[in-house]
């Protein structure tokens, strides 16, 4: 499959782009200058992948994020250097452990230690190998997100030759590798050591054995295979891998890699991949550090284990431009990869959007939303933000998103499925989290907060069918004002008296929502119309939502 077209550049941004501080762009002049004493006319970036799990999105991200810093070297450039992106994938490496996700464990243990690329698909009849699974679910996404990268696989490259001039130097200079790995070893490993790792003519499965005799010559290595007997093997063609992190040396000295992000975890082997690219003749590419991700327990995300969250599961509750967001921000801070973090994701990127709208070339380049879409924003009216559409949700308890609509036009007359997509999407989004994620916990009114819900009722009463959200969020301030528990004496109100305090909000949302915050009161009371919030409020008061 040929890779999807890089997206146009608007050269309106090319002059901006040479003083912006967006980490994308901190990351691209670094590579601008090793190309500039490199004279190469080709930057070539990489994303590794290992399938030995289904994919998650903390590999997603490397891709998003190595495309926003190519986006930015482009832009710096001029686009006047071509670029590549490659995801490579080390299918060839031996399955270890079996994966807790998969249906059937019993019948993945007779392929342990096999190339992921030799062990049968446990999931489907459609793919050849368990690796290749995984990397068509890897793919499927990329494809989705619009992302333009050459995918290899590490199988297809060492059987096809396409590294075997490297294995042969690698061959050669045996020495020199064992020289840089050795060192990092215990005493017991470093006895039985070899950075190759021959595939067992007898069993398929990637051996961790010492060579007997490593002939670079012949590039051939010798070893005494599972029935005890001496066998020679070439290094090209497939017949050995390398260790992992003499790998990672091999291929970006093969593949002249520029840059390559990855994870906290590889930092302290950073080191050791660059001096083997540099033994086997190539030159070390820029790196860039990322934290790691978490679960909701703050334990870091494994492809095995399952934990967090997977691609399709972020995808069934919002869009991918959210996803893209959140990879976008803060990567060299830990964040906590659950389900809890898409609705804040989902109306940060709109407001993004929204601003990008209004703002010149130089601040465009530090809006998210550029990064998102490597300058190519759409367009998009939200007139109602997720979280509203939440609450909403919470409070009308839909069973169709015509229901959810139905509020919607009220509030805004003239906007539609058909005039708002974006919205519409929203909808179904917000109704699939709802019904999956929200947990009502309603409690009941004490005697002050019934006296301020039975004001409030009354406040409402008087207002315009058609009040904004200003003239119903100014209605429920005045009667919070009048009630002590909720005067903030650090603050001042328009006539001079004490502000209000947020505790007054967060009564309302727990007794009429059962939800311990939310978004402004006064625009979810305006989205869901001042007689249904006044319907709520007075079951609120006579104990109707307790029983929910």
Known sequence: MSPAPLPELDPAYFDAAQTARAWPFEEARKLVKRLEKSGKGEAVFETGYGPSGLPHIGTFGEVARTTMVRTAFRLLTRDQIPT???????????????????????????????????????WTNEFASF??????????????????????????????????????????????????????????????????????????????????????????????????????????????????????GMRWAALGVDFEMFGKDHQTNAPIYDKICTILGGKAPEHYVYELFLDSEGQKISKSKGNGLTID??????????????????????????FDVIPRAVDEYAAHVASFQKQDATARM???????????????????????????????????????????????PGISPQTHPHLDALVGY???????????????????????????????????????????????????????????????????GPGVSGDFFQMLYQVLIGQERGPRFGSFAA????????????DALAGKMLSK
């Open 84 to 122: 590549r992106l490659i995801c490579f994938s080390d299918d060839m490496d031996g399955m270890r452990k079996i994966p807790e996700n998969v249906p059937s464990r019993e019948a993945m243990e007779p392929h342990l230690q096999k190339p992921l690329s030799a062990v049968p698909d446990p």
């Open 131 to 248: 690796g290749d699974h995984n990397n068509a679910m890897l793919r499927r996404f990329l494809d989705t997100f619009g992302f333009n990268y050459e995918f290899i696989s590490a199988t297809d490259y060492y059987k096809s030759g396409k590294f075997d001039a490297v294995l042969r130097l690698a061959a050669e200079r045996y020495d020199d590798i064992m020289k840089v790995m050795l060192p990092t070893l215990g005493a017991e490993r470093q006895a039985t050591y070899s950075p190759f790792l021959p595939i067992s003519p007898i069993s398929g499965r990637v051996l961790y054995v010492p060579m007997k005799e490593v002939n670079a010559t012949n590039g051939t290595i010798t070893f005494a295979d599972e029935d005890g007997t001496d066998t020679t093997l070439p290094v090209t063609g497939g017949h050995v891998k390398m260790q992992w992190k003499p790998d990672f």
């Open 313 to 338: 599961e972020w995808l069934t509750y919002a869009g991918n431009e959210s996803l893209g967001l959140y990879m976008f921000q803060k990567p060299r801070t830990a964040k906590r990869l659950h």
């Open 366 to 412: 530090e809006n998210p939303a550029f990064h998102v879409h490597s300058g190519n924003v759409p367009k998009i009216d939200m007139p109602v933000t997720f979280a509203l559409l939440l609450n909403l949700a919470t409070a009308s308890n839909p069973e169709t998103p015509e229901v959810m609509w139905g509020y919607i036009s009220a509030y805004a």
């Open 430 to 496: 917000a109704m699939r989290y709802f019904r999956d994620f929200v947990e009502k916990s309603y409690r009941a009114p004490d005697d002050v907060e019934r006296a301020a819900l039975e004001a409030l009722s009354a406040s409402f009463a008087d207002l315009p069918a058609d009040a904004d959200n200003e003239a119903i969020q100014n209605a429920a301030l005045d009667v919070a004002r009048g009630i002590e528990r909720y005067q903030d004496h650090t603050r001042k109100g328009p006539n001079g």
């Open 527 to 538: 989205l869901y119309g001042i007689d249904n919030t006044r319907r709520l409020i007075a």
